[in-house]
């Protein structure tokens, strides 16, 4: 099969390599039909997170099934199929919360270097009742895609931001723009979107967001005269992005974090 293949930093390529077998009696190999291309894959183009060898590219994927393992139960050869960007082993405690990240066995990212990547023709899923999803009728490929990763990503950040009913919640990073909208949906009456991006900022207000270039955790304590945001999603990933919203949360307001941020420790104030 093909698969997008990346070197070391700054150098991709298309790579011919064996086809991936069966990941057990629960797993399944999906022909990929579209593959989406994320910002960590960015990070690691630029060399954020070394590879030793080469590694195929990808987590977020939309396919068919040509294979099913046995113990299969939900999804089967010839179904049109989502992929989880995250995987679990299914049956820990952390698995029944239905989040592959809270995993016991450490949750697994496709196109990291332990699974395969969806940059490519096949795409090996283990534990496939818990990672793969039929698609609906009426959902496009192209909105599927974003249920992998994007939108899942947003609406999650918005689930751990402990937003409560006409709240305040400060988005930082308007890249992850589901993120502000799933803040809305759960029941935020203020969002502020906070970006460097001229043009994100001019999408925001759009629909209802009140854009804030960054660094924005003065002009956020003026808004909230004070008080500081009820919670903050920092979907960016620096030590200037976690700064800015630990400065702009209200004392026991909640920060969550979907940015992916580098290796190094960061000094958090107490």
């Known amino acids: 099969m093909r698969a997008v293949v990346i070197d070391g930093a700054g ?5 011919t390599q064996p086809d991936p077998a069966l990941p057990g009696p629960d797993g399944v190999v999906v022909a990929v039909t579209a593959a989406g291309i994320c910002g960590s894959d960015l990070h690691f183009y630029e060399g954020e997170y070394p590879f030793t060898e080469p590694v195929a590219l990808g987590h977020e994927a939309v396919g068919t099934i040509v294979e099913a393992g046995p113990q299969v139960r939900t999804v089967g050869v010839g179904d049109l199929v989502m992929v989880s960007s995250v995987a679990g082993c299914g049956v820990c405690p952390g698995c029944e919360t239905h989040d592959p990240v809270m995993c016991f066995s450490g949750p697994m990212i496709f196109g990291a270097g332990v699974l395969g990547g969806a940059q490519a023709d096949l795409l090996a899923v283990p534990a496939a009742d818990f990672q793969v999803l039929k698609i609906p009728e009426g959902i496009t490929t192209e909105q599927a895609l974003l249920l992998t990763d994007n939108l899942a990503t947003g609406w ?68 909230t005269r004070g008080r500081g945001a009820d919670s903050v999603i920092d979907a960016v990933g620096t030590d200037a992005s976690m700064s800015d919203a630990l400065n702009a949360v209200r004392p026991g307001g909640t920060v969550s974090v979907v940015g992916v941020h580098d290796l190094q420790p960061f000094p958090c104030p107490h």
Do not use: M
Not at 11 to 15: D, E, L
Not at 188 to 208: I, P
């Open 11 to 15: 150098s991709v390529r298309v790579n």
């Open 156 to 223: 999650a950040a918005a689930q751990g931001a402990d937003i409560s009913f006409g709240s305040a919640v400060a988005v930082i990073g308007r890249g992850r723009g589901s993120a502000a909208r799933s803040a809305f949906i759960h029941g935020a009456a203020t969002v502020f979107a906070v970006d460097r991006v001229k043009g994100r900022l001019q999408r925001a207000a759009t629909w209802g967001a009140t854009p804030i270039p960054s660094p924005a955790a003065e002009t956020i304590l003026a808004a």
